[in-house]
């Protein structure tokens, strides 16, 4: 994507919007793409090994979209594909689906999963740590030479001074953690408050590195704890071994520790150089009841050339007196981003509790960026996870009864510039209120997510491996860039989400007017 031209407009722009929003007229479900009754790619094996996956973050690489998929199971058991490598990934060739019109039933496609050679199992991505439950990919990108991939680790770092965390954070000895050891590379790390239940304090006065400069930090213990920083990995795909990754490096960062990345060619503020543009949050959940929000960052990345590349990133601080961006490499100076370009000053709260993931691409017909974001989540008791509220706890701890799940919707908002100003949410495709009865939405006969409280013919079976009563949830929206057109007045963007129960992601195709 070629920005020279644009970059000088929105420069002499940046500021209020210029044009209206664009708004969703429609959206529809085109099938499973891939998991639970999506049809495999003829390539892969009758017999594969394979039951569901979730996220599936799209690039393209040459004549094919990639797509790094999250958890992967074998069987409908819950089984990961390997122990220690449970990311699939796969691809889509633009030549078997270059044309997205016709995209429905028989006509889906289909997505060619990588397996291991001579196997009926898939391959699993390995960044050269442990990757398994919970770890997974959070973007891919190509420089036009090479692919990389930024995975989350969970992992947080522990630290005896502010000098072990790096420019712009601080070590807070407040913090233990609970599970694993921060430097064991196997197994789960969640940062937690000294002295709560089940809290280990690390030796020697050590702590834990943390942003007191992010939108999450609190001297409440979740917001302790919510600020502390987290390591992703960002590595290079390895040409001979698409399952590989090398030239591993470490970023250590809150305010992106949910991040969504886009590589564009140009990037006038970089000297029109090739970036990675990346927005952040410093989480998945608020809870805006305890003023614990989460606010949106802005920032590119140098792209990455050659195998000793260095991962430089530059974060927005705000507009200079002429309306230009300026950006600067402590992450502690980080400003957040304006989510309501509707009111005057700078809104930097985030109006929903769940954000899951983003994803954001500039779309030309429409003169905006488009950032698709938001889903439920399930508030199921697990006592392995949650006793209180499952899944939900990990995210929102202590505070999990005081989250909004809301209506469960992906939403939408469109900005002149990838700094924002941001317009206010507009809901995408509302997957319901589990609570309501009777079942609603995407609960009800004919939708995608699975409830057990809906009996009537039509009604979405659920996986297996999960357990009784619990239901599904929409999360991980990504746009699939290669396939967005013009239609009429507006643009046709074909995305995809994941559904949780059933284990599987799906197709979507939304219409944008401006």
């Not at 979730?54 to 958890?71: A, H, K, P, V």
């Amino acid at each position: 994507m070629r920005l020279k031209g644009w970059v000088l407009s929105i420069l002499i722009t940046a500021g209020p919007l210029s044009e209206a929003a664009p708004h969703a007229t429609s959206t529809v479900v085109l099938g499973p793409l891939t998991g639970f009754d999506a049809a495999l790619h003829p390539a892969n094996s009758p017999e594969l090994t394979y039951f569901g996956t979730d996220l599936g973050w799209s690039y393209r690489w040459g004549n094919e979209i990639r797509f790094l998929f999250g958890d992967t199971w074998a069987s409908d058991k819950g089984d990961p594909i390997d122990p220690r490598h449970d990311d699939a990934f796969g691809s889509i060739s633009l030549s078997e689906y270059p044309v997205p019109d016709h995209f429905l039933g028989a006509n889906l496609p289909r997505v060619r999963l990588a397996q291991r050679p001579g196997t009926r199992q898939l391959a699993g991505l390995d960044a050269g740590r442990s990757m398994e439950s919970l770890k997974t990919p959070l973007a891919g990108f190509s420089s036009g030479g090479d692919e990389f991939a930024i995975f989350i680790t969970g992992k947080p770092q522990a630290c005896t001074t502010d000098r072990d965390c790096g420019f712009g954070l601080s070590c807070d000895a407040r913090l233990g953690f609970v599970g694993a050891p921060p430097e064991q590379d196997v197994g789960l790390t969640f940062p937690c408050r000294n002295g709560s239940a089940g809290c280990l304090k690390l030796p020697a006065s050590r702590g834990l590195c943390a942003d007191p400069t992010s939108s999450l930090s609190s001297r409440t213990e979740f917001g302790m704890v919510a600020a502390a920083a987290i390591r992703h990995l960002v590595a290079v795909r390895d040409p001979a071994d698409d399952a590989r990754y090398t030239h591993t490096r470490e970023w250590l960062t809150n305010k992106f520790y949910n991040v969504a990345a886009r590589a564009v060619a140009a990037f006038g503020p970089a000297g029109d150089r090739p970036v990675v543009l990346l927005w952040g949050r410093p989480g998945f959940v608020g809870v805006n009841a305890r003023q614990e929000t989460l606010s949106a960052y802005f920032a590119y990345a140098d792209m990455p050339e050659g195998p000793d590349y260095p991962w430089t990133v530059h974060y927005f601080t705000g507009l200079d007196n002429k309306g230009h961006p300026d950006f600067a490499a402590d992450p502690a100076r980080a400003l957040a981003l304006d989510l309501d370009a509707g009111r005057a000053g700078s809104q930097s709260r985030e109006v929903n509790d769940l954000v899951q993931q983003m994803s954001v691409v500039w779309i030309e017909r429409l003169h905006k960026w488009v950032m698709f974001y938001g889903g439920g989540i399930s508030r199921l008791p697990l006592p392995s996870l949650g006793p209180r509220c499952g899944i939900l706890e990990i995210f929102a701890r202590s505070l999990c009864r005081d989250v909004r799940i809301g209506n469960g919707a992906l939403r939408m908002r469109s900005a002149d510039n990838p700094w924002g100003p941001w317009s206010s949410p507009e809901d995408l495709f509302v997957g319901g209120d589990p609570d309501s009865r009777p079942v609603e939405k995407q609960y009800a006969a004919g939708g995608v997510l699975h409830h057990p409280k809906c009996k009537a013919s039509g009604c979405q079976q659920g996986s297996p491996s999960l357990p009784p009563g619990d239901y599904g949830w929409l999360y991980g929206a990504n746009i699939i860039e290669e396939w967005t057109r013009p239609s009429g007045n507006g643009v046709d963007i074909v995305w995809n989400a994941s559904t949780w129960n059933p284990y599987r992601v799906i197709l979507l195709r939304s219409h944008l007017e401006p």
